[in-house]
């Protein structure tokens, strides 16, 4: 017995005649550009779901120059940074808002020079309709492409180091440390100790400084930062290290909870 010949997918043109419309207005309604009447828009809808008509994706982003995903890019050495809570929270907050615009997440980890070269690539190059860039430290060449060359909208997930990019989400971490070290010295903490982040980011810096003004502005002696990477394991190495040389501190101040959990 003969197989079942596969069923021919639908096309645009016979969505647009049943639907009563040109083939240009459906199109416009499918990509819901403007100008489009809620009437025709209805019958286009209508006309899919009879049809089980599925839109191609390569001749939509020709028609539309876009390509229908958003990237969200952590340049970083170590792929266990994922093991961090807080990039899992982050790519699920980008994947739900994403859904709701009817776009896809597109997760590049730029861990390699190949890496980077890739992800430079891809901000010059259109190859999303706009990237989320994430953990970039100093001189991180993807913050000049993405602020020089980029062909796209680029959104910095924290303030890049010594730059002040147009479009940006941060938190205030400056005032965050100062408040942190404000609580410890209002219980009678005078030697309090610094678990810092990485100091060739922006977080990691300016938790120090939020530290150290604090410190000051209570007349005390701020400690030198003892940098970890805002992991457990690194909140534990510095925390070690700084009982070895300070075994009299009486507070500590950590730069992440992974750094506070290990330093206990």
Known sequence: ?????????????EVAERAGVSRSVASRALNNAPHVSRAKREAVERAVRQLGYVPNPAARALATRQTGAAALVVSGEDPAIFADPFFGQVIVGASA???????HLMLCLAASERGRKRVAELLRSRGADGVMLMALREEDPLTRIAEEEARMPVVFGGRPVGSAPRWYVDVDNVGGAREATEHLVSRGRTRVAALCGRLDTEAGRARYQGYRDAMLAAGLEPLPPQEGDFTESSGAAAMAAVLEKRPDVDGVFAASDNMAAGAL
């Open 1 to 13: 017995m003969a197989e079942d010949a596969p069923r021919r997918q639908p096309t645009l043109d």
């Open 97 to 103: 808002a994403l859904e709701e615009a009817d776009l």
